[in-house]
Every structure is written in structure tokens, then in C-alpha cells.
């Protein structure tokens, strides 16, 4: 396997999903499943976005506009197979922009 390009990224998101969801936010299993699966795809998107592999995905590439985007692109593009999940990304924005600013926010501490 290669070497990731940010460690760090990857590592908050880990904390994200086995600490900071289930331990501080008490969500169920399946809510965390949800947010692991929009989470996956929205980086399958950047990926292919960037034409990179996952262990290349940077804190630069995960912006809120950039998951804005990734929104529109699955509502207006072809690639929305069921109109009825759109809804659902949409709530996921939320849980997205959560992660983006919970993940700034740590590494912002951090470097203090």
C-alpha cells in the first residue's frame, strides 16, 4: 500500500466515526453507517475529480465548496439514480460540513 499524503486527514476521520459519533453524539449504528457511506462516496468523487488514488486526498481537496459541488453534480447529473436519495445527500451535507469544520477545528488546536 502507498504511503498516505495526509496522515492526519484519515486519522480525524477514524476519530470521527469510532469516537466522536457514537461517544459524544450517541448516534446509532446505522446513522453511522449512512455517514460512512456518503463520506466514502464523496471521496470516490474527489478521486476521480482529481484523477488520484484515495491515499492521495489531501485537507485542501475537502472543502466546503467542493462538497457543495458534489452535491449539485449528484442532483443535476446523471449519476442520481433515485430521485428519493437526493434527499438524503442533502441532510448529509450537514453531517459532511460537520466533519470538514470538527476536523479544521482539531488540527486548528493542534498547531496551537
Not at 462538497?67 to 428519493?84: C, H, S
Request: with cysteine; glycine share 2%.
Amino acid at each position: 500500500m502507498s504511503k498516505l499524503t495526509d496522515k492526519l486527514l484519515f486519522e480525524l476521520i477514524r476519530d470521527f466515526f469510532t469516537v466522536y459519533l457514537p461517544q459524544q453524539r450517541c448516534c446509532s449504528e446505522h446513522t453511522i453507517r449512512a455517514y460512512r457511506t456518503a463520506l466514502n462516496q464523496l471521496l470516490d468523487y474527489i478521486k476521480a475529480k482529481n484523477n488520484i488514488a484515495l491515499y492521495k486526498i489531501t485537507f485542501a481537496m475537502l472543502t466546503k465548496e467542493r462538497i457543495l459541488e458534489y452535491l449539485d453534480w449528484l442532483e443535476t447529473g446523471k449519476n442520481a439514480v433515485f430521485k428519493q436519495e437526493i434527499c438524503g445527500w442533502r441532510q448529509s451535507a450537514h453531517f459532511l460540513l460537520t466533519l470538514l469544520l470538527w476536523t479544521q477545528q482539531f488540527v486548528h488546536i493542534c498547531l496551537i
